[in-house]
């Protein structure tokens, strides 16, 4: 089983990072499940351009899963999730 990634505080960011481990540990090529978390990120951010999405996703990659580092990325505007004033956006009423 792969690392957790629970401590990543974007919910896209998080996904994205998830979805990437858990498509090359079922075998996909790095380029397939490069595609399909940049999908997967404009699936939460339908307003970012396909360049932005690649650039983000290629980032969070290589920060979480090529170098393994565990500190905040550069990203997107989304609230930070571990803060309680945010987490009241995402639930459902």
């Not at 999908?39 to 290629?58: D, F, G, K």
Request: hydrophobic share 35%.
């Amino acid at each position: 089983m792969g690392r957790d990634f629970s401590h990543i505080a974007r919910r896209c960011e998080r996904a994205v990072v998830t979805a990437y481990r858990e498509l090359r540990e079922q075998g996909a090529g790095d380029f397939s499940a490069f595609g399909a978390c940049t999908a997967l990120y404009r699936i939460h951010h339908p307003e970012a351009s396909v360049n932005e999405a690649r650039r983000l996703v290629a980032e969070w990659i290589d920060h979480h899963i090529v170098r393994g580092d565990e500190g905040p990325t550069p990203g997107c505007e989304c609230p930070d999730m571990s803060r309680p004033d945010t987490e009241a956006l995402f639930r459902k009423a």
